[in-house]
């Protein structure tokens, strides 16, 4: 029977066959590396807020603690934001007049909460408790970076359901006694934990890894 294809044709074939294969395994990979990049996740990038106003100020210099504004992190799911009439605590003495605080003065005026731009809300379909972390001993700094030393608010962590069960498989490595929760620039001793502990995360695990824990 005659050949079908030329010999030219059928090197071209082969060729293009290569070359396909190493298209899907390059969009692969770039697929991979696009899903894990900070850049995805919005890590680093501030948003607009109405107030400037500066982490970097009120934690670090003044030294204000985390609780004052954000009330509800030990008892709560959420946080909790502070109330115009918390900023207005001392901003109808200091820094009164200014242009920056108008959003704030006139929040406080009509008793409205000021809107400010989340850099971190989950979707909808994702639970998340700060209660749950907090008494067991996450730290802030562990989940929110520096943010005394921020001077616009931003994420640290992709807070991207790979990085959240890469602390629930085992958490013990990232937990600290509860009086050090608040505090910054401390380095969890995971090996230093009671052996109760690490037994109990042992067999918590499974249930801190199943999907219901985060999506109910
Ligand atoms: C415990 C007191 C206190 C509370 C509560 C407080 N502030 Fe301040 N804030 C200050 C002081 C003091 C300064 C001025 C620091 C200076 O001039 O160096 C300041 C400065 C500011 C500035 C100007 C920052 C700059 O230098 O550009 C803004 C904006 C601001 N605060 C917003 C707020 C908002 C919004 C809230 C509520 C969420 C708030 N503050 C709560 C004490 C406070
Ligand atoms: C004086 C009030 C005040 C204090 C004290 C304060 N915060 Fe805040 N925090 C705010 C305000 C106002 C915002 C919203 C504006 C912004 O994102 O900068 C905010 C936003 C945040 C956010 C981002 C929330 C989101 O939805 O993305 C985190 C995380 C946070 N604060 C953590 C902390 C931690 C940790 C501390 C203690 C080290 C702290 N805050 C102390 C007032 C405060
Ligand atoms: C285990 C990680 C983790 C720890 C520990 C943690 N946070 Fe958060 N934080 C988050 C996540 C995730 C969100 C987004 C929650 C959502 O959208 O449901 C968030 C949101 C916030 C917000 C926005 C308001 C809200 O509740 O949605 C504030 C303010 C905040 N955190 C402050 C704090 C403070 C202060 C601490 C320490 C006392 C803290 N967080 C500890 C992960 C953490
Ligand atoms: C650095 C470690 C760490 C990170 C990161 C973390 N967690 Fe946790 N999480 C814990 C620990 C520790 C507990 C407490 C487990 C216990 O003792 O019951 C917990 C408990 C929880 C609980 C309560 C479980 C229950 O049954 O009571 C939920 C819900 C949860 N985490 C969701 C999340 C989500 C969603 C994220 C990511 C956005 C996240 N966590 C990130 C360590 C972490
Ligand atoms: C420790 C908490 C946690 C557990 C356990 C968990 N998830 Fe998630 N999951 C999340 C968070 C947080 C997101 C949202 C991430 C984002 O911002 O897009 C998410 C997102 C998702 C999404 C949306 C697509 C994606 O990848 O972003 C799917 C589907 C999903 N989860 C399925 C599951 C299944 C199936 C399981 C059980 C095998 C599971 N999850 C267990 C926290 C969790």
């Given at each position: ?207 801190l890894t199943s999907c219901s824990t985060c999506h109910r």
């Amino acid at each position: 029977m005659a050949q079908l294809f030329s010999p030219a044709a059928t090197t071209l074939f082969r060729v293009v066959i290569v070359l396909l294969g190493l298209g899907v395994v390059a969009a692969g990979a770039i697929a991979f590396v696009w899903a894990r990049s900070d850049s995805t996740w919005n890590v680093g990038k501030p948003a607009p807020q109405p107030v400037p106003f500066r982490h970097d100020l009120h934690s670090g210099s003044l030294g204000i603690d985390c609780r004052y504004c954000h009330s509800t992190v030990e008892r709560a799911a959420d946080a909790g934001m502070p109330s115009a009439q918390t900023c207005m605590s001392c901003h109808s003495q200091v820094w009164v007049g200014a242009s920056v605080l108008e959003p704030v003065r006139s929040s406080f005026l009509l008793g409205q909460p000021i809107t400010w731009t989340s850099v971190h809300r989950l979707p909808d379909y994702a639970y998340f408790n700060h209660a749950a972390h907090v008494t067991k001993g996450v730290a802030c700094e562990t989940c929110h970076g520096r943010v005394d030393q921020m001077p616009k608010t931003v994420k640290t962590q992709t807070m991207s359901m790979g990085w959240c069960l890469d602390c629930h498989r085992d958490p013990t490595p990232h937990l600290r006694p509860r009086e050090a929760v608040f505090s910054t620039g401390y380095e969890p001793h995971g090996k230093d934990l009671p052996e109760d502990v690490r037994m109990f995360y042992q067999e918590a695990s499974r249930r801190l890894t199943s999907c219901s824990t985060c999506h109910r």
